[in-house]
């Protein structure tokens, strides 16, 4: 009976032996899938900053080329550009009728058949 007993402990001894092995290779399956995965992460985090990074430099890029573009573009700049444009002498089309005008700007259509082109010519704002 003794021995009966020693061996049924016996074999459950082995089978926790087998059970914590197989734990501790699954534990360690674990742990390196944990550590892939926590560098995987890292270098997605390292792909979007780089890519956040390439973004904000095109965008500033982009807008400091865009400034000068959009300072000549802007009403006032414009408006004194056509100031000092206004005492350079303005072209005409021969043979053109008048087809709108107010004080500051002269608007002209061609003859038909005259193969000119219209004008629109500043006067002096």
Partial sequence: MESFEANSVMLRLRHLRENLEKLDREFGRLAVNAQVAGQVQRAELDSVQTTIRSSLVASTTLWNALQEPIRKASPSVMTRELRE????????????????ADSSTACTRPSPNSGKTATIESQGV
Avoid: E, N
């Avoid at 444009?85 to 709108?100: E, M």
């Fill in 85 to 100: 444009q206004g005492s350079k002498p303005a072209l005409r089309v021969q043979d053109s009728t008048p087809v709108a």
